[in-house]
């Protein structure tokens, strides 16, 4: 059974670096691109970053750029978001989800993305 999840989230000041994990189960993360989304309370859904199977290719919104890093280690089977420079505005549930192999370069549009995990809070706030 295919499984995505998330941990590391939390609150923190502004300023203030978090490290999100995917944990994913259920198939070969190496063949597989994965993105990371976020909503904040009362807006849409987000891309906000994602990775290419070979982490060859990243990609990241405008509003994070600079700030976030998006890594894969695929023998642990684990994707990162390394989120520094936190600011209140990156307030939201973040999630992480798996697109085809076939989506390449992955994109940050999530109907792009068939599984994802159920997410985890990430609060910045003084």
């Known amino acids: 059974q295919l499984q995505l999840v998330e941990s590391g989230g939390g609150l923190v000041q502004p300023g203030g670096s978090l490290r999100l994990s995917c944990v994913t189960s259920g198939f070969t993360l190496d063949y597989y691109p994965i993105g990371w989304f976020r909503q904040a309370p009362g807006k849409g859904l987000e891309g906000v970053s994602c990775?290419?199977?070979?982490?060859?290719?990243?990609t990241y919104a405008r509003s994070v750029k600079g700030r976030f890093t998006i890594s894969r280690d695929n023998a642990k089977n684990t994707v990162y978001l390394q989120m520094n420079s936190l600011k209140p505005e990156d307030t939201a549930v973040y999630y992480c989800a798996v697109a085809r192999p076939s989506n390449y370069p992955p994109t940050l549009d999530g109907s792009d993305y068939d599984y994802w995990g159920q997410g985890t809070q990430v609060t910045v706030s003084s």
């Open positions: 990775i290419s199977s070979d982490a060859g290719t990243t």
